[in-house]
């Protein structure tokens, strides 16, 4: 093989060469250039972000601030309804249990129960109006039951000299603290039918139990 094939073989060899790098280099261009526009929006996606979660942190702070007012507000008013409240039982007595009993023994109210006009509100607050004109101190007490379509119930609260004690005016019937309890079927205590009567919450204005 003479001199002028061989440098004709390695040129074409270079050519070949130069080709390849060409096309790897043209591959690579376009693997950068994809790779630059992926970055490109991995930075609008976290740009994005930042901004989503400096909206929300703003949101955080705002609702902080919301829930120190009313913080602020429900203390104040708890205030206001304390004072209230020894302002009106001050004009009144706690009853011995003797004096419970007895009222409530010869306590009645023969309105008939209507949902709108005369539901257990009214009968609760018709009971403590009248053990006030007796001299002694009640309050309403809300029962909450298992399952909301139950919903809630007044009956009134009154502490004696044993201890806490609850009246049902509807049913004229009264129970301890002890008896009337978180986990407590109402229904086993008065006569009532309804389909969830477990109790999950006590509230009245000697306390809350849950």
Do not use: R
């Not at 996606?45 to 507000?73: F, M, P, R, V, W």
């Not at 309403?140 to 919903?151: D, E, H, Q, R, Y």
Request: charged share 20%; glycine share 4%.
């Amino acid at each position: 093989m003479g001199s002028t094939q061989i440098f004709i073989i390695i040129i074409a060899a270079l050519v070949i060469t130069g080709t390849i790098a060409i096309v790897h280099a043209s591959k690579d261009s376009k693997e950068i250039a994809s790779l630059k526009l992926q970055m490109a929006k991995s930075d609008e996606d976290i740009s994005s972000a930042n901004a989503a979660i400096s909206h929300k942190a703003n949101q955080i702070i705002q609702l902080e601030k919301n829930n120190t007012a009313l913080n602020n507000n429900l203390s104040n008013m708890t205030s206001a309804y304390y004072n209230l409240l020894n302002i009106y039982k001050g004009s009144v007595t706690e009853p011995t249990l003797k004096q419970f009993k007895n009222f409530a023994d010869n306590y009645h109210d023969n309105t008939a129960y209507n949902e709108n006009n005369y539901n257990c509100v009214e009968f609760v607050n018709s009971f403590i109006k009248k053990f006030k004109s007796a001299g002694y101190f009640g309050c309403n007490a809300v029962l909450t039951f298992n399952n909301s379509l139950s919903g809630e119930h007044d009956i009134v609260a009154v502490q004696t000299s044993d201890g806490l004690y609850y009246f049902e005016p509807q049913d004229e019937t009264y129970f301890s603290s002890s008896k009337l309890d978180i986990g407590t079927d109402y229904c086993n205590l008065i006569d009532c039918d309804w389909n969830a009567s477990y109790i999950t919450k006590i509230s009245s204005c000697f306390g809350e139990k849950h």
